[in-house]
């Protein structure tokens, strides 16, 4: 066995010291043990890397409605589609409803969509949950019912028929001056609401090859996947990577109409993921995520911004006690500038207040002088002069921060994440400016990562 230089020192020094068989025992287990565990930590499964190729779930989707509801459904007078609904259900039940169109007044139902997940492999008679949203205006399913609703696939076929009672975590109470509403009292769920009524056809055992397709596509990963399987399988041609999203693999003689066991086995193999060397940068929120294969070449880093900040802080000043009191001087009176003179229209009236008018009914007007008084000058106020008065003093404070206590830093080539992140730590750079010092750092070409910015 050999051991790490560290570990023989430890070796040696226990063995000077203690000379007992069983703890050099212990240390020959131990120390392979903690290796092989750091090399495992590495590692990922392939069940977690990739899926296997046509084992998918299927959406289905559908319209119906929900009753039962205490008056809080969709407003039937401006929702159609409630109406027509409502309408041709009752007609397929047996109920002319078609005469009393304008009549219909109720509040209790409200048209709904509905959406399910049919996994695969999913037989007939199974159960599928289903989600449940009104289109209307309805403003809570609270107590509400399902009705039988077809879910139809994509290609336009049954899949699946759902109803039930419908689960709604949200309520909402109101008043007339008030309204209290939590959650979503609109969307609710069914657990098992909908029976599966046709199969999606997938035959696994007469397979001669299956694909693998990786969650997120690297050349690397997808020939490291292959290798691991060539290696379990004995066959250096079992498997290989046809591009950096897809493994395709043979099915060995020994796995011959057993292709589940030969997925059970692969998905279990570890291998170590390979990832491109990423920075995501969120502007919106300032969360920047940055790979662990991010490095930067040497690069000289300073930043700084110039704050000036201004503080009013007034004070009042008191006079001393005993101090001899103000005297109040008489106010100034105003002086008066030239006044105009004008003629005005004004006009005339008989002994009885009433206008005089000429003989063509027009009145008669005699033009007299009015003077038009002037500006004046304001006059001054009483002054306060003499002995001592309170008075407010302005204090201005002015404090300029030129980022004189920022300091260049320098990072050396093929720095680490970590060396970054404590360096710009370091200088006090937050989120916010961590963003355009990394879009600086790779316009000038440091930044040996690709940036996207979300």
């Known amino acids: 066995m050999t051991l790490a230089p560290t570990s023989g020192l430890i070796f040696r020094r226990i063995f000077r010291k203690t000379f007992n068989p069983g703890i050099l025992l212990a240390l020959a287990l131990v120390i392979p043990l903690a290796v092989a565990s750091a090399a495992q930590a590495q590692q990922t499964r392939i069940k977690d890397l990739a899926n296997v190729e046509g084992v998918r779930d299927n959406m289905l989707v559908g319209y119906g409605l929900v009753v039962g509801l205490n008056n809080s459904g969709d407003d039937l007078t401006r929702d159609i589609f409630t109406r027509e609904s409502l309408i041709g259900m009752l007609e397929r039940l047996g109920v002319n409803a078609r005469t009393a169109n304008d009549d219909m007044r109720t509040r209790n139902l409200a048209a709904v969509m509905v959406t399910a997940v049919l996994p695969p492999f999913s037989r007939q008679g199974g159960r599928i949950d289903v989600n449940v949203a009104t289109m209307g205006d309805a403003t809570s399913m609270q107590g509400g019912t399902l009705l039988v609703t077809p879910l139809l696939g994509a290609d336009g076929e ?9 689960e709604v975590s949200g309520y909402t109470a109101r008043g007339q001056a ?3 509403t939590r959650g979503v009292p609109t969307a609710g769920r069914i657990a098992a609401g909908a029976i599966v009524e046709r199969e999606v056809g997938y035959e696994m055992a007469s397979m001669t090859q299956i694909r693998l397709n990786l969650r997120n596509p690297d ?22 990577p046809l591009d950096p999203a897809t493994i395709e693999i043979k ?3 020994r ?11 692969v998905e279990n193999l570890s291998v170590i993921p390979d990832h491109v060397a990423k920075v995501v940068i969120d502007e919106k929120s300032g969360v920047i995520v940055m790979g662990e294969n991010v490095r930067i070449s040497t690069v000289a880093i300073a930043q700084g911004n110039l704050t000036i900040r201004v503080t009013e802080t007034p004070q009042v000043s008191q006079p001393l006690p005993f101090a001899p009191g103000a005297s109040v ?5 105003g002086a008066a500038t030239n006044d105009t003179t004008q003629i005005v229209p004004k006009p005339r009236l008989n002994a009885n207040g009433q206008p ?10 005699d033009y007299v002088p009015q ?9 001054q106020p009483g002054l306060i002069g003499g002995g001592a008065q309170t008075v407010v003093v302005p204090r201005t404070d002015i404090n300029v921060d030129t980022g004189n206590d920022k300091k260049i830093m320098v990072l050396p080539t093929s720095v680490t994440l970590g060396e970054l992140v404590n360096g710009l730590n370091a200088l006090g750079v937050g989120p916010r400016d961590l963003i355009p010092i990394l879009q600086a750092i790779k316009a000038v070409g440091a930044l040996q990562a690709a940036i996207e910015i979300i």
Request: aromatic fraction near 6%.
């Open 329 to 333: 001087l008489p106010p100034v009176p």
């Open 178 to 180: 008030a309204s209290v």
């Open 251 to 253: 099915i060995p003689p």
């Open 255 to 265: 796995y011959q109409n057993n292709v589940v066991a030969l997925i059970t086995d």
């Open 219 to 240: 050349f690397t990963t997808a020939r490291r996947i292959a290798e691991a399987i060539n290696n379990y399988t004995q066959d250096r041609n079992a498997a290989k």
């Open 158 to 166: 049954v899949y699946a028929v759902a109803q039930g009672p419908v």
């Open 356 to 365: 005089v008018v000429d003989a063509n009914g027009n009145p008669v007007f």
């Open 371 to 379: 003077v038009v008084p002037g500006v004046r000058q304001q006059g």
